[in-house]
């Protein structure tokens, strides 16, 4: 299978990203996932935790009073839909990716926190 051309999640999802000129807008579906799961890994690892997968790197964010149990119940699909993406296990169209983004809304959550404890670090 050759690579899929992915969408502007910003224009066709209405996923706002919430994104400074410092950074270049993500566009795509595997690389938002990617993210969450990274800084979800990166919080995890600066308390001490080790972690044995990335679903594990997510549910870890309810040891964080920061994030809602409900934020992170909605998160912990993310590495579901990262894997499917990247590692093409089923059959997929854009059109599913997309409705699966747009219902993603913890997302920018899950930015939105991120971003505050960032502001807290500085």
């Given amino acids: 299978m050759g690579s899929p051309s992915w969408p502007n999640p910003t224009a066709s999802t209405g996923i706002a990203c919430g994104c400074s000129e410092d950074f270049p807008t993500v566009t795509s579906p595997p690389t938002i996932c990617q993210l ?3 800084i979800a890994g990166d919080l995890s690892s600066k308390r001490g935790e080790r972690l044995e997968d990335y679903t594990e790197a997510v549910r870890d964010l309810a040891k964080d009073d920061r994030f809602s149990d409900d934020l992170v119940r909605q998160l912990a699909r993310v590495p579901g839909l990262r894997n499917v993406l ?5 059959a997929w169209d854009m059109e599913r990716v997309v409705e699966a983004l747009r219902t993603l809304g913890p997302v920018e959550e899950f930015l939105r926190v991120v971003s505050a404890i960032a502001a807290e670090t500085d």
């Fill in 86 to 90: 990247v590692h093409e296990y089923v």
């Fill in 36 to 38: 969450v799961i990274d």
